[in-house]
């Protein structure tokens, strides 16, 4: 007979323990989808990518292959959360253990925090348009600024700042209303938006071909092979925690039937949807712009521009809420859920993002350059020991009572609650990472794959004598 764990007070609280009411369907997975894809910068994101030199055809073939990658990754990143109701943290204390799971936790809480600045920093761009239109005359508080940010930019990104902490204090109940009707909202102002900049430019002069270069043969192919990377790079870190929402579905069919409609579908339709709006910008505007805040910004309707300001507002705080709140509130709270709540844990992630002034580092490529590499470099490796450690190793295998006690006997107590294995495996792999994005540049786009393979092998290697002994033990109990 099993002996029960007692369950330990610095692994749980009422937001770690398993969900128990997974009322979430294949809807509000597609939901969270349309909510991660629709923002500014996916908008910009599909655009930039005939940068690379490639043809229409050729742009659309790599963002199909490279987001069914990231489907892949999602259906297994989802799977344990939703088999056993557990946000991501929990799911590493798995492979890491129920301490050493901190270091994962962390280190995607602090990207998180990174890119929560930046977004809500985008969005107010937007808000920005809004408060010129109806109050032309505060143009003037753009003259003055404090700490890099004018009075109009602190305007604007507090009340963006604001709004998103009223949307997170109502809880995961709000924040899936608010992703089930954001998106389709979305879609309907894409299309108007489309459908508009269509009659301005004629469909005659709309090309699907906005690269200037004519690539050929292998050249081609190897563009392709980083605009594929560039993708499933761009979806890694709301894809890594993807446990923070699938825990809350109903089933693991209807997560993969809304990973399915959430990510190519969705993905492909609204990158048609950006690169139609930015070919049209070239006749009506006479130059390429990538930007739809601009775009809207520059158009003579009012109602469009509204419109449109309305659309990307909501759009990045969609974006923002679901993969950089949310994540970090489970994170730190963590770290020591009894004093840091999930809520408590998404308002450090808040107030730390104003702290590190995110205009600054939005203006300071440099800066944001080697930040978001270096943490970027742990992100596949991270996928790496998880996806092994459950798939081959625990071979799906979940004990949900040893995730939450500070017992020897605990199956992921390993060595005083940590997994150093997995933590060797991290580094080497992390290591390697930042070699290929900072040394070897010809690698850097390939670098969440390499971290992800290193650490693989590295951490099956490893973690060998434990997969045969859990390969024993259900032969003895068979």
Known sequence: MKQELEQSLKLANSDLLPEKDQKWGW?????????????????VFAASLFALGLNGIQVFISLL?????????????????????????????????????????????????????????????????LILYFVPEMASLA??????????????????????????????DMIRKVIDWSGPAIYVSMFALCIYMINLAGWENISFNLSTDNLMGMDTIAQMFIAIALVAGYFAGPTLNFSDFSRYCGSYK?????????????????????????????????????????????????????LGALTFIFATVGINIVANFVAPAFDFSNVSPQKISFKAGGFIAAFGSVLLTPWNLFNNPEVIHYTVDVLGAMIGPLYGIIIVDYFFIKKGHIDVDALYTESPKGCYWYDNGVNKKSVYALLIAGFVAILATFVFHALANYAIFIGGIVAALSYRYMMEPERLAMHNMDLAKS
């Open 254 to 306: 209807k997560l993969k039937l809304g990973n399915l409609l959430g990510l190519p579908l969705n993905f492909v339709v609204f990158s048609f949807f950006s690169v139609v709006i930015v070919s049209a910008s070239i006749p009506v505007f006479g130059e390429m712009i990538t930007d739809p805040v601009e775009t809207v910004k520059r158009l003579d309707s009012g109602f469009i521009t509204v």
């Open 27 to 43: 809807y509000s997975i597609f939901a969270f989808w349309m909510s991660d894809v629709h923002s500014v910068g996916g908008y």
């Open 65 to 129: 292959l490279g987001i069914s990658i990231v489907l892949v990754f999602a259906n297994l990143m989802g799977k344990p959360g939703q088999k056993a109701g557990v946000p991501f943290p929990v799911v590493a204390r798995m492979s890491f253990g129920v301490f050493g799971a901190n270091i994962p936790a962390i280190i995607r809480g602090l990207i998180a925090v990174v890119w929560y600045g930046i977004q809500t920093f985008l969005a107010s761009s937007s808000f920005i348009i």
């Open 143 to 172: 003259d003055s600024s404090f700490i890099g940010l004018s009075y109009l930019g602190w305007v604007g990104f507090s009340a963006m700042w604001i709004l998103q902490g009223i949307v997170f204090m109502f809880g995961m």
